[in-house]
């Protein structure tokens, strides 16, 4: 396993859960999601010869708790500048502080993204294997 290039990867999350503290994913994080998976799940099936779906499940799942954990750490400033994703946290945190809901709920959401980096790392490592 390359756990450097595993953290690594999980600076992103940092990244991207920094940028959204002050709003400026709100309109295109997705696509900035899409385009992190993609530059990932190259980088992963040209440095990577074993493991590959689980560089990139693993990758993923950096990514979310290392998101989670920054948005969660000032949450306040997150809910001020994403004021749809505070009324959304309202819906489905009717039992759970919406803090708790976010660190529950990123390892899953983070597999299913990083099961999709995995994905596109196999199918990568198709067309270039490291030598």
């Not at 440095?47 to 989670?68: E, P, Q, R, V």
């Not at 001020?80 to 899953?108: D, G, V």
Request: charged share 5%.
């Amino acid at each position: 396993m390359k756990w450097l290039n595993i953290y690594f990867f999980s600076m992103f999350g940092i990244l991207m859960g920094t940028a959204s503290l002050f709003g400026y994913t709100q309109n295109f994080e997705l696509l900035l999601w899409i385009v992190i998976a993609l530059v990932t799940a190259v980088f992963i099936a040209r440095t990577t010869t074993h493991k590959i779906f689980l560089h990139g499940i693993l990758a993923g799942i950096g990514m979310g708790l290392s998101n989670t954990i920054v948005q969660i750490a000032f949450f306040s400033l997150y809910v001020q500048h994403n004021p749809h994703a505070a009324s959304e946290l309202e819906i489905f945190t009717k039992t759970l502080s919406p803090q708790w809901f976010l660190l529950i709920s990123s390892p899953f959401i983070g597999g299913i993204y990083g099961s999709l980096i995995g994905a596109v790392s196999v199918a990568a490592a198709k067309f270039h294997h490291p030598k």
